[in-house]
């Protein structure tokens, strides 16, 4: 466990130092946000509407759902994990300055685990390639973008980032396959 521990907290000085650079520094920020579920909806609802109006409420009755199922598994399993930010487990090094911490934002200290922005990002990306699977790299993209911003930023480890990943296709792409069972058999 030590070993795992340590690999996430050295990829996560690679990510959080290693890339530090002015142009990171602004678009960092930015791909955090879409992490957050109204930004995506300013995006997403138009997209779907202007692109794919026959199957428009179907798709955003579905999306609304897997973000919903998302949100809420992450809620509950980041107050049952209850792990601390880098900025909190790092105090004591941060405060004896053998470690420095590039945070951009809001200085979050509680609940790590799981990335709630990596959540979001990647059922929204994991539903969009389900339904438009020749975007998938895209969309794909995008949300690994917006991952590891979350690390770049200061806000999450590395292993916090990749269980909301692992955790938003494993929901998202059940929920798509389940209901594309019940309309196929409609």
């Known amino acids: 466990m030590n070993q795992l521990l340590s690999l996430d907290h050295s990829l996560f000085f690679s990510i959080n130092n290693g890339w530090q650079n002015p142009f990171f520094d602004f678009l960092m920020p930015l791909a955090t946000?879409?992490?957050e579920g109204w930004i995506l909806a300013l995006i997403v609802i138009p997209a779907l509407y202007i692109y794919d109006r026959k199957n428009f409420y179907r798709h955003l009755v579905l999306l609304s759902a897997v973000l919903l199922a998302t949100g809420l598994v992450g809620r509950v399993i980041k107050s049952l994990v209850d792990r601390p930010r880098p900025l909190k487990e790092?105090?004591?090094l941060i405060d004896s300055h053998r470690v420095v911490l590039h945070v951009l934002g809001k200085p979050l200290r509680e609940f790590?685990?799981?990335s709630g922005h990596t959540l979001t990002a990647f059922s929204a990306a994991t539903f969009l390639s389900y339904?438009?699977?020749r975007y998938t790299a895209f969309f794909m993209s995008v949300a690994l973008l917006t991952g590891?911003?979350?690390v770049y930023v200061g806000a999450h480890f590395?292993?916090?980032v990749l269980g909301g990943m692992i955790m938003a296709i494993s929901i998202t792409w059940t929920m798509c396959y389940l209901?594309?069972?019940y309309y196929?058999?409609?």
């Open 184 to 186: 196929d058999k409609k």
């Open 112 to 114: 790590s685990f799981p």
């Open 90 to 92: 790092m105090a004591d």
């Open 158 to 160: 590395p292993s916090d």
């Open 148 to 150: 590891l911003s979350r």
């Open 131 to 133: 339904q438009y699977r």
């Open 33 to 35: 946000r879409l992490g």
């Open 179 to 181: 209901t594309q069972k």
